[in-house]
């Protein structure tokens, strides 16, 4: 589990509460079921990597306290995130599309 996270104590499958947004993304780099990575700077940005090529985007937490992304030019998401728990500890994320209700995961690095 990450050392940010380590004061919190969710049940698999819980949402991730408005106020832990911001430590759950940013609690370390996440690799998806895909193989692809990702990272959440503080300023903002965020660099997705899927077989060696990178992508920039924004992230933030939109006006219905949910984790949002950007992508130039002009995709633009919002997403439900809830706890990925193993044996009590925090390991990583599950995506869930506002929209589409499409999901995936990924784990801390």
Do not use: C, N
């Not at 370390?28 to 895909?34: A, F, L, P, Q, S």
């Not at 193989?35 to 992508?55: K, M, N």
């Amino acid at each position: 589990m990450p050392r940010s996270l380590e004061s919190l104590s969710p049940a698999d499958g819980d949402q991730v509460a408005t106020k832990d947004l911001v430590a759950a993304v940013m609690a370390g780099r996440i690799v998806y079921d895909d193989g692809a990575e990702q990272v959440f700077d503080a300023d903002g940005v965020t660099t997705y990597v899927d077989q060696g090529h990178p992508t920039r985007g924004e992230w933030y937490v939109d006006s219905h306290g949910r984790f949002a992304s950007f992508w130039p030019p002009g995709y633009r998401a919002s997403y439900d995130l809830r706890w990925l728990v193993e044996d009590g500890s925090i390991v990583g994320l599950r995506f869930t599309h506002t929209g589409d209700g499409s999901q995936f995961s990924g784990r801390y690095a």
